[in-house]
Every structure is written in structure tokens, then in C-alpha cells.
Nanobody, 124 residues
């Protein structure tokens, strides 16, 4: 599976961005799909995931502001980010893995396939 993330950019606090993650080699519908992020000087952290059955999970820090969705016809997963804060500044990565189980969704080392990352910068 190859993942291509896009949509990052610079936005003012309170603004919105939509990230996309397009998969090739496998259909998105066959996998749980996840977004992680890594802020400067910090470890990579779980942001949100969408399962094959479209159940969604969010980190507490983004709940109510971010929405993950999937368009199987385009083999793409989206991350709609609203009410952005400076602390959302990070490189955002999409990730997936064959055989991923729900209890491992938030664990970075459970993932085999990663997109290249897209930078989101939120200015205050």
C-alpha cells in the first residue's frame, strides 16, 4: 500500500484545513485508516482513526474540532480540521496496516504503511 498525504498549509488560528490521504495498491475500504501528527520537538501522536465499518475515534485534544471521513470511490481518507489552534501545528501523517486490530489503533508501532506527511502550520 502506498499512501499520499496532501492538503497542509499555513492557516490562522480559528481557521480550517482539509487533509487528504489517497491510497494506491489496496482499497481504502479494506483497512482501518489513521492520522497521526508530530509537532516540532515532540513524539508522534495519534489524532484520529476510521475503521472499515466507519466507526471513528479521536484524541481528546481534537474531539469536536476534527472530523475523519472516507470516500471509497476515490480511495481517499479526509481529515477536516476546524477551529485550528497553534498547538495543532505539526506534520500530519496518514497510516494503515493489514491486520490492524482496534485495540492497537492508537499505537504508532502497529502501522506498516505511512504517507510522507503534510505540514500544517497554525499562526496565532
Amino acid at each position: 500500500v502506498q499512501l499520499q498525504a496532501s492538503g497542509g498549509g499555513v492557516v490562522q488560528a480559528g481557521g480550517s484545513l482539509r487533509l487528504s490521504c489517497t491510497a494506491s495498491g489496496r482499497t481504502v475500504s479494506s483497512y482501518h485508516m489513521t492520522w497521526f501528527r508530530q509537532a516540532p520537538g515532540k513524539e508522534r501522536e495519534f489524532v484520529t482513526a476510521i475503521t472499515r465499518s466507519r466507526n471513528t475515534y479521536y484524541a481528546d485534544s481534537v474531539k469536536g474540532r476534527f472530523t475523519i471521513s472516507r470516500d471509497n470511490t476515490k480511495n481517499t481518507v479526509y481529515l477536516q480540521m476546524n477551529s485550528l489552534k497553534p498547538e495543532d501545528t505539526a506534520v500530519y501523517y496518514c497510516a494503515t496496516s493489514a491486520g490492524l486490530i482496534l485495540s492497537s489503533l492508537r499505537l504508532e508501532n502497529a502501522y506498516d504503511y505511512w504517507g510522507q506527511g503534510t505540514l500544517v502550520t497554525v499562526s496565532s
